[in-house]
């Protein structure tokens, strides 16, 4: 409490600083200062009569720091007067009151002044009286902002009169504003409230001036403006959940579904009511039917009110149905203010009841002897959502059937099981149809049987079957002969059994199957239609003539009283009648067992026998009537075996004495007013009345009987001893059209004041329409050829359903058509039928269909059909549809996304054109098939069906979503539809007229790897093994192919992962494998350059995993990482992985170069995962892979376990051989060792033939070096081969290599598998596309294809060098190993090229040895002489000072303590390695192996260390040369045997010479010396145990020939042999001359194995070309050609003709000059030397055109030139040998072929230049 007063006297204390700051602030107002002092603005006075005296002050503050001196003057007239003139003093914050007295003389102005002087200034007071005078007080400005029109916006203001006179006003204002009061009078200082109405019409800006007019005469005048804005209400209506929409009247409406409500149950519903205007709007909402219809079930409670602006409304509806199974349909009518427009709200619900069944229609006790009982159950069912009360109508107590449960309330979905007793009393046949009455259902009847037996009378045993065959009888009308009677026409013929065992007449069987099957009653009707109720149609077989005995109030207790009730035998057979009944019960009846004989009746008395006063007593009497001839068995057949038919009597009495009251009836009814459907005339309707009795004792009930007996009740009389009382209520109306109402009078308990009444309604009703627009339907003008659609509705203004059949004129269904034709239509429910006008003629038509209606109920009765006529009135008229562009180009389109365009169409004609597009799209590209069948259209259209109306264009608005990547055309075409109000339409014809043509190519973002590049540790990697190492073939595969949907499931870079290992939506993964390289040495750097090559801008970018995880909270992260991720982080962190940059977009063309670095920071191996991802296109997956080797440990780098060689086919002389590359990513040599042993068993299992061949299967490894193992695959048959070949590295680890190779059969694959030379499996670019830094010299080409060749040819190429720096530059040509020496030859080897200089180089390959597969690697290593001259200067001057320091030096006293400093000749010495030289190739050298590089780190320390002396003194360092940058050029290619060759390419067999004699000069003396030298060195490999078999197995032979006597006989017997016949093959010296003159050799007799070939380069050509043209000369002239010249010469004797022995010598020497000139074409060695100058020749053309000497492309030109002399050409024989690649001094090389082809044609470039 304490607080609490402390808070409330600290907020009264801020109150009134509150008040007292806002007095002041008042104050403050009427004040002023001048020059320092505050003094009030200015005094008047007011309210004064002359000759009175009134005094005001002026009160001066100074409100400076300092004292202030003040003088005034009195005022100038003598009605104002004040103290006399004196200084004033005020000291700082002090004040001053000079008193002012007024004294008036008259009544008038008075105006005067008082002047105040300071030191700093002068300043006037004014002083006035003023006389009193009208005025008011009134706003200037009234805004009413928006307001709805046909509404009103209300503001009050204060109109105050300020004056001190009575004043008079008056308002002059106009519409639409109004202001209340319009005129009055004020009192003085009075005001009053004016009311201001603004009530706009339209909507409209409202600017108006009002004037308020004042005064005693409203002489005065005050103006107020006034301002506001009309806005026309905007209202939209739709149900919960679904979209608002403009309606009008004729054809949309908001639809309100309740569905399927439960009856008795209430739902609601919310319609809601959207305002989209920004103001407030009123409204109404009308229920036209809620006070016209008697069944109205829908209600609305808000009939009315306002919507705020822009809002939304929810006003609720609510459903309460009365009727099962019926559909209820009502309108809601929503009126904004003024009734503008009309929104209708459809409301639409079904009544659904309880779905009540039996579990068993038939419960059969079978045969039960007298005196027993048994017992059955039935079940009955609530298969719904509601409840509902059951009843069955039986009394347990006096029936011989006992229910358990007669009445009962059955909850939803819930099943009661009912236990039946059955105890016969009477030896007969027992069958009951009890029927079982259901709340809101039709009733259920349950059949009862039974058969009960004694030991004298034995009756049939009743059965299921015996019933179904009687209601077959009954219904042929069999049923009322007894069945002897029929057993006797069954015998007789006259009768006959059916098919299902029923009897049938012989004539009515034929025709039974034309005539209609019998309709059944409804249940209700069933039940209700008992004979006494009403009348029923089935056969009478026993009547009684009263069912409900009421004996009324029996006083005297010992008088019986008794009634009388007669039964009737309506059968042609005696029946007997047998009472359940007992005479000890309160009712009974007599006799208890009676036959009455055909068409009789009989008598029965009923006795009333009470034993207790003041009670209601109650009873259904039971009896069975059944023919008498059933009584025995014997007389009883199958066939005709008749049931007897149960008779119930109901008694009601009771025993009050008068004066005494009866009970209080404690009950309620379900309803009070009961509403029947409605029924046509002469029909009938039934709906249930539940009774509930609340009390616990029974209540007796009477219900009064209709005087018109138009309602009915049953039961109308009984006892309610249960809970519930089911009452059924059927109504048979009797007038057509007419409302029929009764009041139903229940009394209970015999009294009076217990009735209650129950008011029962329903009404005839006679199908009956309303059609909207008096009858009348108009169509606007229409084209001929299309359809012009129009709404059209009706309305059911009966309440009961009805069908309409719409029926068109024979001469008019061609022009109109109306949908749907036919239908049902609910009552109170406004359907809008869609009439279709097709015009066929241009002219005017008037036509009349009609409308015929009829209850559902009765359909096909002609005389209850009603007729309603309606008249259409169209035109028809022409017109077409056109394009303004006839096609349409989008270009390319990103598949997944969309291209948008207009497309303008126009109508020229006088009539609306109903159209609707037709696209024919046409797919072009791989997959094409496929794709026109599973995917949808890719062209869209805004509006594919719709108007175009007279004399005006639409833009169509197509949009183009590719979803593969295809070629795209789409054909618009239109045809001409008659649409319908449901938009569906049809077509007038199937003609499609052509539009337009839209044509887009679906792409997806595409890139290409264009070239790479190596440099820092992997610098001594090629282009092709780095092509290999990154995959980069596969990556450029992935790029240019589809994405998967997968790739596509985020089309942007998103971060959707919760975790490091972020899901990889793609398959597309491969290797980023930056190989091996020591630690500590320079990182790798590899440069890939990606280009666009499509044709639409592309975005990529490399995510990290980090870039995949989302950023989540601190609590979120667990914490917990695996081996993989710590891995992935410590990469993430040291950065050992660098992608520079990581995103980027290129636009098509563009290319741009991505850098990727990999630090060799620690040992081991590091993996990074990194996902490559192209917006909207693919993602791949790349896995960077680098190795960082401990410098002292071995390590070979395999890029994959597995290797494929190049298919190989089966069936072949010779197969290829192939390479495995070993590159080692160490700082020291390794040795390798193949493991064959996996070979040996491929050789056992392809019956010892060498699939795969090892042709070096051990060697050393070089660091940062490949090694090449040869491998010869050999397939034996056409498939799949596999080995496991393990990899020992001594002193490393071991690799498990899987080779793998196929075989193929070309006599199958055909040219499917043509025999290429392996260049098209990588796609590895030839030119250079990125620069690289610090690269001087570029070359054309980086890679050469040499392609296929036969053995013993030689190809050539051409290489452009070209020096782009500013510096001189010189180059050496290297190769990386001494095989490819073999084969290949760089002219020139070295060379300087100038700054901009080029130089071409010629490239020669020499296909020798084996068919192989060739990819090789050769270094061009290029030296800046620039920087190298300024390091030889260096160097220079560094020697010098070393030189000069050798020989000085300072001796100090710690010089003599130390030992002395070892001297070292070099502070830094180079590596260099021996270049080694073929016999071949003498000049080229093998590349220097790459020594360990340190860091930088280290470097710099050693740097410092070695810069400083052991005193501390910095050191002069030796200079370092400039490093050498490498060049790689690759040269692929494969050779193959001649005949293969030939077989597999005879095109080009003619574009290659075949040297056969380069075999012979390959295989000459030395030139295998290497070759032997591995032979030997692999036939010395033995094992111990190998070496000391082999020695005891020889010296055991050996030791045996010595000893053998006939051995050493044979020895002697060598000598006498005769010469064997293969010594005449040797060759013999012989010399031209010694041969015979007659003989001359025949060149085709030359044999080939004198073909030989000299290698251009090497120096021991020419001697052996000399020699064998020597001695292909001399040949032996056992020829036939000798022969034939002898014979020539010896027939020209013969002949006569006379010749000198001159002549024919000079005929011999001409002819063996011509021999001698054939051999020597024929030669190689002469093929051989015309290769070499035509090749010589070209390519000094060549350099001559590289170099600018000459023009190829100029136009030739002839020159005369004078006469030369004839030039002497040698014979072929003495031209020297050509000697290709001898250096010079000036670093080019020349050969003398070059010469010689100037020599021999000295003219031929000149007439080329000109």
């Known amino acids: 409490m304490p607080v609490a007063v402390c808070n409330h006297s600290s907020h009264g204390l801020a109150s009134g600083h509150r008040s007292a700051s806002v007095h002041q602030q008042k104050l403050n107002k009427h004040k002023m200062k001048h020059c320092g002092i505050e003094v009030v603005k200015g005094l008047t006075w007011k309210g004064w009569e002359p000759g009175g005296e009134y005094t005001k002050n002026v009160v001066l503050?100074?409100?400076?720091?300092?004292?202030?001196?003040?003088?005034?003057?009195?005022?100038?007239?003598?009605?104002?007067?004040?103290?006399?003139?004196?200084?004033?003093?005020?000291?700082?914050?002090?004040?001053?009151?000079?008193?002012?007295?007024?004294?008036?003389?008259?009544?008038?102005?008075?105006?005067?002044?008082?002047?105040?002087?300071?030191?700093d200034g002068v300043f006037d007071i004014p002083i006035r009286a003023v006389l009193p005078q009208h005025d008011l007080s009134l706003p200037q400005h009234l805004n009413f902002g928006m307001c709805t029109s046909m509404f009103n916006v209300q503001m009050t203001f204060e109109l105050i009169n300020t004056s001190e006179l009575e004043t008079r006003f008056m308002w002059l204002v106009s519409q639409p504003f109004v202001l209340e009061p319009p005129a009055g009078t004020l009192s003085p200082k009075s005001k009053c409230s004016i009311l201001a109405t603004f009530k706009p019409t339209a909507a409209r800006v409202y600017e108006m001036v009002g004037e308020c007019h004042f005064g005693e005469d409203l002489s005065h005048k005050k103006s107020l403006r006034l301002e506001g804005i009309g806005k026309y209400p905007h209202l939209l209506v739709s149900a919960a959940g679904s979209i608002p929409h403009a309606s009008d009247s004729l054809s949309m409406e908001s639809v309100i579904s309740f569905g399927a409500t439960p009856i008795g149950s209430t739902v609601q519903r919310v319609l809601q009511l959207y305002n989209l205007s920004p103001v407030i709007t009123p409204f109404t909402i009308e229920h036209p039917t809620s006070e016209t219809r008697i069944d109205t079930v829908f209600s609305c409670s808000e009939m009315s009110g306002s919507a705020g602006p822009e809002s939304l409304l929810q006003i609720p509806v609510t459903f309460q149905p009365q009727t099962v199974n019926e559909e209820s349909v009502d309108y809601l009518h929503v009126h904004p203010v003024g009734k503008v427009s009309k929104m209708v709200v459809k409301l639409v619900g079904k009544c659904t009841g309880p779905e009540v069944t039996l579990g068993s229609k038939v419960l059969n006790y079978g045969l039960i002897t007298a005196g027993q009982s048994a017992t059955r159950t039935v079940e009955i069912i609530n298969k719904s959502n509601v409840a509902a009360v059951f009843k069955f109508m039986i009394d347990s107590s006096e029936s011989i059937f006992k229910f358990g449960v007669e009445s009962c309330k059955l909850e939803p979905n819930t099943t009661q099981t009912i236990v039946v007793l059955f105890t016969p009393t009477y030896p007969i046949n027992y069958y009951r149809r009890v029927t079982c009455v259901v709340q809101n259902q039709d009733p259920l009847f349950l059949d009862l049987i039974g058969t009960c037996h004694?030991?004298?009378?034995?009756?049939?045993?009743?059965?299921?079957?015996?019933?179904?065959?009687?209601?077959?009888?009954?219904?042929?009308?069999?049923?009322?002969?007894?069945?002897?009677?029929?057993?006797?026409?069954?015998?007789?013929?006259?009768?006959?059994?059916?098919?299902?065992?029923?009897?049938?007449?012989?004539?009515?069987?034929?025709?039974?199957?034309?005539?209609?099957?019998?309709?059944?009653?409804?249940?209700?009707?069933?039940?209700?239609?008992?004979?006494?109720?009403?009348?029923?149609?089935?056969?009478?077989?026993?009547?009684?003539?009263?069912?409900?005995?009421?004996?009324?109030?029996?006083?005297?207790?010992?008088?019986?009283?008794?009634?009388?009730?007669?039964?009737?035998?309506?059968?042609?057979?005696?029946?007997?009648?047998?009472?359940?009944?007992?005479?000890?019960?309160?009712?009974?009846?007599?006799?208890?067992?009676?036959?009455?004989?055909?068409?009789?009746?009989?008598?029965?008395?009923?006795?009333f026998k009470p034993g207790v006063p003041n009670q209601f007593f109650a009873a259904e009497l039971e009896g069975f009537a059944f023919y008498k001839s059933m009584r025995d068995y014997r007389l009883v057949q199958d066939e005709t075996f008749s049931p007897p038919w149960c008779l119930t009597v109901s008694t009601v009495g009771h025993t009050f004495q008068p004066g005494n009251q009866t009970f209080l009836p404690k009950m309620s009814f379900d309803t009070n007013r009961v509403i029947l459907p409605a029924v046509d005339t002469g029909d009938s309707i039934y709906k249930t009345i539940l009774l509930t009795n609340e009390g616990s004792t029974p209540i007796h009930y009477a219900l009064q009987d209709d005087p018109s007996g138009t309602f009915q009740v049953k039961p109308h009389k009984g006892l309610v001893g249960d809970k519930y009382e089911l009452f059924v209520v059927k109504l048979t109306p009797k007038t057509d059209n007419i409302r029929l109402r009764h009041e139903l009078c229940c009394r209970f308990n015999d009294d009076s004041k217990h009735d209650k009444n129950i008011e029962l309604l329903g009404s005839s009703e006679q199908p009956n329409i309303l059609l909207d627009s008096e009858g009348v339907l108009y169509f606007k003008p229409t084209c001929i050829g299309t359809s012009s659609q129009h709404s059209y509705k009706i309305r059911n203004i009966s309440r009961i359903p009805l069908k309409y059949t719409w029926k068109i004129p024979g001469d008019g269904k061609s022009v109109i058509n109306v949908e749907p034709a036919s239908g049902v239509i609910l009552p109170n429910e406004q359907q809008a039928h869609v009439w279709t006008f097709s015009p066929q003629e241009d002219k005017k038509f008037v036509l009349k269909p009609y409308v015929y209606v009829e209850d559902i109920k009765h359909e096909g009765d002609l005389k209850r059909r009603q007729h309603f006529n309606l008249r259409v009135i169209g035109e028809g008229a022409t017109g077409e549809i056109k394009a303004e562009v006839p096609s349409f180009d989008l270009s390319d389109v990103v598949v997944g996304t969309a291209v948008s365009h207009d497309i303008v169409i126009y109508n020229n004609s006088n009539c609306s054109l109903h159209y609707k597009l037709l696209i024919d799209q046409q797919l072009q590209g791989s997959y094409a098939e496929e794709a026109s069948k599973e995917d949808k259209l890719a062209l869209e259209l805004d509006m594919s069906d719709d108007t175009v109306p007279a004399f005006s264009r639409r833009i169509i608005h197509a949009t183009v979503r590719p979803s593969r990547r295809l070629s795209y055309t789409f054909d618009i075409s239109y045809q001409l539809w008659t649409p319908t109000t449901e938009d569906i339409g049809h077509p007038l014809s199937e003609e499609k007229h052509k539009l337009t043509t839209l044509t887009a190519v679906g792409v997806y973002p595409t890139l290409k790897v264009t070239d790479a590049r190596c440099y820092g540790s992997a610098s001594g990697i090629s282009k092709a093994s780095l092509w290999n190492l990154f995959s980069l073939d596969n990556l450029n595969v992935c790029l240019e192919s589809n994405p998967s949907p997968e790739e596509l499931t985020y089309t942007t870079p998103t971060r959707h992962s919760t975790t490091r290992k972020a899901d990889v939506h793609t398959r597309a993964i491969m290797d980023f494998n930056f190989s091996g390289a020591p630690q500590g040495s320079a990182p790798c750097v590899v440069h890939l350059m990606l280009e666009n090559t499509g044709t639409v801008p592309t975005e990529w970018c490399f995510l990290y995993p980090t870039d995949l995880q989302l950023e989540l909270e601190y609590w979120a992260e667990t914490g917990d990482y695996d081996v993989d991720e710590l891995?992935?982080?410590?990469?993430?962190?040291?950065?050992?992985?660098?992608?520079?940059?990581?995103?980027?977009?290129?636009?098509?063309?563009?290319?741009?170069?991505?850098?990727?670095?990999?630090?060799?920071?620690?040992?081991?191996?590091?993996?990074?995962?990194?996902?490559?991802?192209?917006?909207?296109?693919?993602?791949?997956?790349?896995?960077?892979?680098?190795?960082?080797?401990?410098?002292?440990?071995?390590?070979?780098?395999?890029?994959?376990?597995?290797?494929?060689?190049?298919?190989?086919?089966?069936?072949?002389?010779?197969?290829?051989?192939?390479?495995?590359?070993?590159?080692?990513?160490?700082?020291?040599?390794?040795?390798?060792?193949?493991?064959?042993?996996?070979?040996?068993?491929?050789?056992?299992?392809?019956?010892?033939?060498?699939?795969?061949?090892?042709?070096?299967?051990?060697?050393?490894?070089?660091?940062?070096?490949?090694?090449?193992?040869?491998?010869?695959?050999?397939?034996?048959?056409?498939?799949?081969?596999?080995?496991?070949?393990?990899?020992?590295?001594?002193?490393?680890?071991?690799?498990l290599i899987t080779f793998s190779g196929v075989g193929y059969d070309k006599r199958i694959m055909g040219q499917t598998m043509p025999m290429t030379d392996g260049t098209e499996v990588s796609q590895v670019p030839t030119v250079q596309s990125i620069p690289v830094q610090g690269q001087l010299?570029?070359?054309?080409?980086?890679?050469?294809?040499?392609?296929?060749?036969?053995?013993?040819?030689?190809?050539?190429?051409?290489?452009?060098?070209?020096?782009?720096?500013?510096?001189?530059?010189?180059?050496?040509?290297?190769?990386?190993?001494?095989?490819?020496?073999?084969?290949?030859?760089?002219?020139?080897?070295?060379?300087?090229?100038?700054?901009?200089?080029?130089?071409?180089?010629?490239?020669?390959?020499?296909?020798?040895?084996?068919?192989?597969?060739?990819?090789?690697?050769?270094?061009?290593?290029?030296?800046?002489?620039?920087?190298?001259?300024?390091?030889?200067?260096?160097?220079?001057?560094?020697?010098?000072?070393?030189?000069?320091?050798?020989?000085?030096?300072?001796?100090?006293?710690?010089?003599?303590?130390?030992?002395?400093?070892?001297?070292?000749?070099?502070?830094?010495?180079?590596?260099?390695?021996?270049?080694?030289?073929?016999?071949?190739?003498?000049?080229?050298?093998?590349?220097?192996p790459i020594k360990n590089v340190k860091s930088s780190k280290e470097l710099e320390e050693s740097e410092i260390r070695k810069g400083l002396s052991e005193t501390g003194t910095p050191l002069w360092s030796k200079?370092?040369?400039?490093?050498?940058?490498?060049?790689?050029?690759?040269?692929?290619?494969?050779?193959?045997?001649?005949?293969?060759?030939?077989?597999?390419?005879?095109?080009?067999?003619?574009?290659?010479?075949?040297?056969?004699?380069?075999?012979?000069?390959?295989?000459?003396?030395?030139?295998?010396q290497q070759a032997d030298k591995t032979r030997r060195e692999m036939s010395l490999r033995a094992t111990e145990e190998e070496r000391e078999l082999v020695s005891g197995i020889t010296a055991n032979i050996i030791r045996a020939l010595l000893d053998d006597h006939d051995f050493h006989e044979a020895l002697k017997d060598i000598s006498n042999e005769p010469i064997p016949y293969f010594t005449q093959f040797g060759d013999r010296p012989q010399t031209l001359g010694q041969q015979s003159p007659a003989f001359i050799v025949n060149s085709n007799d030359i044999p080939s194995a004198i073909v030989s070939d000299s290698r251009p380069s090497s120096g021991k050509s020419d001697t052996f070309a000399a020699t064998t043209i020597d001695n292909a000369v001399e040949i032996s002239a056992d020829t036939p050609s000798g022969i034939d010249l002898v014979l020539n010469r010896s027939q020209t004797q013969s002949s006569g003709i006379l010749h000198t022995e001159a002549d024919y010598q000079q005929s011999l020497r001409e002819e063996r000059k011509r021999i001698e000139q054939q051999i020597l074409k024929r030669l190689p060695e002469f093929g051989t030397v015309l290769e070499s100058i035509l090749e010589n020749t070209i390519f000094n053309i060549t350099t001559e055109a590289s170099s600018g000497g000459i023009n190829l492309t100029a136009r030739p030109r002839l020159i005369a030139l004078p006469p030369s002399s004839t030039m002497v050409v040698q014979p072929p024989h003495s031209v020297p040998g050509v000697r290709v690649g001898n250096k010079r001094s000036n670093g080019t090389t020349s050969g003398s072929l070059k010469s010689v082809a100037h020599d021999i044609e000295p003219r031929s470039l000149s007439q080329v230049s000109r």
């Open 454 to 607: 004694t030991e004298l009378i034995k009756p049939a045993v009743l059965q299921p079957k015996h019933l179904e065959k009687y209601m077959e009888h009954e219904a042929r009308g069999f049923s009322v002969f007894p069945p002897e009677q029929l057993n006797e026409m069954l015998k007789e013929g006259k009768l006959q059994l059916d098919e299902a065992g029923c009897l049938i007449h012989k004539q009515a069987e034929s025709m039974e199957r034309y005539l209609k099957p019998q309709s059944s009653q409804p249940p209700m009707a069933q039940y209700f239609n008992d004979g006494y109720y009403g009348l029923t149609d089935k056969t009478q077989h026993v009547s009684i003539d009263t069912i409900e005995v009421d004996f009324g109030c029996c006083v005297n207790l010992k008088h019986i009283e008794t009634k009388t009730v007669n039964v009737t035998n309506h059968t042609k057979g005696k029946i007997t009648v047998t009472w359940m009944t007992n005479e000890s019960h309160v009712y009974s009846i007599t006799p208890v067992t009676c036959d009455i004989p055909p068409l009789k009746m009989t008598s029965f008395r009923v006795t």
């Open 1337 to 1488: 010299l570029y070359l054309s080409e980086e890679r050469i294809a040499f392609g296929n060749m036969p053995l013993f040819c030689q190809s050539r190429r051409v290489i452009k060098m070209t020096n782009q720096s500013s510096h001189s530059t010189s180059f050496e040509w290297f190769v990386t190993s001494d095989s490819a020496s073999q084969v290949i030859d760089i002219q020139p080897v070295t060379g300087v090229l100038q700054p901009g200089e080029s130089c071409m180089c010629k490239g020669t390959f020499i296909a020798n040895g084996e068919p192989s597969f060739y990819d090789l690697d050769i270094v061009c290593e290029v030296t800046d002489e620039t920087e190298m001259a300024e390091y030889k200067e260096k160097l220079s001057d560094w020697e010098k000072e070393k030189e000069r320091q050798k020989y000085e030096f300072t001796i100090t006293e710690s010089d003599t303590l130390k030992e002395p400093p070892k001297s070292s000749t070099k502070l830094c010495r180079t590596v260099s390695s021996k270049r080694t030289e073929s016999p071949d190739f003498q000049h080229y050298q093998t590349l220097p």
């Open 1127 to 1295: 891995h992935e982080m410590r990469i993430m962190d040291n950065k050992l992985f660098n992608i520079e940059p990581s995103r980027g977009k290129l636009r098509p063309g563009q290319s741009h170069t991505i850098t990727f670095t990999y630090n060799h920071d620690f040992a081991g191996t590091d993996r990074l995962p990194v996902l490559f991802k192209l917006t909207r296109g693919r993602e791949i997956l790349l896995n960077f892979v680098g190795v960082t080797v401990d410098p002292e440990c071995k390590y070979v780098h395999f890029p994959s376990n597995n290797h494929m060689f190049a298919p190989v086919p089966v069936g072949v002389a010779s197969h290829p051989k192939q390479v495995y590359e070993l590159y080692n990513g160490g700082a020291v040599p390794v040795m390798y060792q193949l493991d064959l042993t996996a070979l040996e068993y491929i050789l056992q299992e392809n019956y010892n033939h060498k699939i795969f061949e090892c042709l070096n299967p051990s060697g050393e490894i070089a660091a940062g070096r490949t090694a090449n193992v040869e491998w010869v695959f050999s397939p034996l048959e056409a498939k799949q081969y596999k080995v496991d070949v393990p990899i020992h590295i001594i002193g490393g680890d071991t690799a």
């Open 1519 to 1568: 200079p370092q040369p400039p490093p050498k940058f490498l060049l790689h050029l690759g040269a692929t290619g494969r050779t193959h045997t001649i005949a293969e060759f030939q077989t597999n390419f005879p095109n080009e067999v003619q574009r290659f010479f075949i040297d056969r004699s380069m075999s012979d000069r390959l295989n000459l003396p030395g030139s295998n």
């Open 61 to 119: 503050k100074n409100v400076n720091v300092k004292t202030q001196k003040l003088k005034f003057s009195s005022p100038c007239t003598r009605f104002f007067s004040t103290l006399y003139p004196e200084p004033i003093v005020l000291s700082a914050g002090t004040s001053y009151s000079l008193p002012i007295t007024f004294r008036p003389l008259e009544k008038s102005l008075y105006e005067d002044k008082i002047e105040f002087q300071t030191k």
